[in-house]
Structures are given as structure tokens and as C-alpha cells.
């Protein structure tokens, strides 16, 4: 029976590492896109802070989450506030995102409303 | 042994070397582009996205420390309330970011009188799409 589970760790050590090293490796180099990462998409092209900002709390998360269950060999006990941290970075880059949409939409609204002025005037 | 546990021992040799066959067939489909990655954590319109990226980031990390822990326990460890909370913060940041994204895209799609946005490109490419 020690014999089955040995194996089966194995099994799941090797997809696991192995999924890891290949997508590692395709995102260093690209192979897997990485465009845009960083950039607003939904009010123009322009470099996103609050993208910045959710990427660097989630690489903080991560690092403290890693070193925590090598030192505790346990699931460690998140504090708090770093869950508010990653819940309240999250709720700003959906406000940003938010604020796009609707940007893009009272543009979409504004566009109409002079084509109809447009037409009136010229007698359509 | 009794004939019970040595059926027991058969069915789970069986599995594990089903699974085992599975996974490499998967990671090797991989290895080969067999499997395409490319757009793993892009959204529908060739970008990159960030509550993708996020959740891949977090399954790796919570996936690996879960084996860690089974492999040096020999138990299956309690997850804590906060690391639900923190797949769960994810997981819902994903959501509403599609959320959003569709929403976007109908409105584009309305405007431009039923015709796909000029961003949603017929098929993902690598580079992004010109938006203006």
C-alpha cells in the first residue's frame, strides 16, 4: 500500500513541476501572451496602475504564502488585513475597469445624441 | 492479506497507472504544442489578463504547498478560512472582469449597428489588435 501512495505522489509531483517548469518557461519567453498585461483595455491603450498595483499585492500574497508553509510545514493563517489588502486591490482594478466601461459608454451616448442633433438641424 | 484488500491494492494500481498514463499523454500533448498555451491567460480579444494571471498564479502556489503538505503529513491538512477567501477574492475578481468585458462588447457591438467590434479579431493573434 506504501507502495501505491510513493508512486502516486510521484505521478502528481511530476504534473505538477512539469506543468509549472513549461508554463514558467512560455511566459518568460513569450510563448504564452503576455501582451497587454498591464494595459487599460477597456478607455484606451494607456499603462494601468491599478493593474500595476493588483499584480505586485498578488506577488506579495504569493512570496509571504510560500515562505509561511515552509517555515510552518503548515497552511499558514493569513492575517486579516492581508486578505482585506488583496480584496481592496482587487475592488480597484474592477473600479477601474468599471469607470472605463462606463466612460466608453456615455461616449457611445454622447456619439449619438449629436449625429441625431445633426440630422435635425439638416432637416432629417 | 484478505482477497478484499488485495481488490483494494488492484483497483488502486489500476488508477494510478490510468492517471499516470493520462498525465503523461496531457504534459507530453503539451511538450509537443499539441496543446496550445498561448492564449492561457488571454481574454477573447487576444490581451493578456490580469485576473487570468492571477488565478494560474494562485492554484500553482495553493496546489503545490496542498502536495507538500499531504507528502509530509501523510493527512489531508485543513484549509484555513482566509485561503478560501483568498481563491475566493480571485476567483470573483475574474468573474466580474468578464463581467464587465462582455458588457463592454455588447455596447461596442450595438454601436457599431450589429457588427463585432473592430478590437474582437475573427481569431486570436499574437499581437494585439489595433483599437482605433
Excluded at chain 1, 60 to 83: A, D, G, H, R, W
Aim: charged fraction near 20%; charge should be neutral.
Amino acid at each position: 500500500m506504501e507502495t501505491l501512495s510513493t508512486a502516486l505522489s510521484y505521478e502528481m509531483l511530476f504534473l505538477l513541476v512539469a506543468l509549472i517548469v513549461m508554463i514558467t518557461y512560455r511566459l518568460l519567453t513569450r510563448k504564452i501572451n503576455i501582451e497587454g498585461l498591464l494595459l487599460d483595455k477597456t478607455s484606451g491603450r494607456a499603462f494601468s496602475p491599478g493593474r500595476l498595483q493588483l499584480l505586485i499585492v498578488t506577488l506579495l500574497i504569493m512570496t509571504y504564502y510560500v515562505m509561511e508553509v515552509l517555515e510552518t510545514k503548515n497552511f499558514p493563517n493569513m492575517p486579516q488585513s492581508f486578505v482585506l489588502a488583496l480584496g481592496g486591490s482587487n475592488l480597484f482594478y474592477l473600479g477601474g475597469k468599471f469607470y472605463g466601461l462606463l466612460a466608453s459608454k456615455l461616449e457611445i451616448a454622447a456619439t449619438r445624441i449629436v449625429e441625431r442633433s445633426t440630422k435635425t438641424v439638416n432637416g432629417g | 492479506m484478505t482477497k478484499y484488500e488485495l481488490l483494494g491494492l488492484a483497483i488502486g494500481w489500476i488508477l494510478t497507472i490510468v492517471i499516470g498514463l493520462l498525465l503523461f499523454k496531457i504534459v507530453w500533448k503539451i511538450w509537443r504544442d499539441e496543446i496550445d498555451l498561448t492564449y492561457l491567460i488571454s481574454d477573447e480579444l487576444g490581451y493578456a489578463s490580469l485576473s487570468r494571471f492571477q488565478m494560474l498564479l494562485f492554484s500553482f502556489v495553493i496546489a503545490m504547498s496542498l502536495f507538500y503538505l499531504i507528502v509530509l503529513k501523510s493527512d489531508y491538512p485543513v484549509l484555513p478560512k482566509e485561503i478560501l477567501a483568498l481563491l475566493g477574492i480571485s476567483g470573483g475578481s475574474y468573474v466580474l472582469s468578464k463581467g464587465i468585458q462582455s458588457s463592454r462588447d455588447v455596447g461596442m457591438t450595438e454601436a457599431t449597428g450589429g457588427k463585432p467590434p473592430k478590437e474582437n479579431p475573427d481569431k486570436p493573434t499574437h499581437e494585439p489588435a489595433n483599437g482605433d
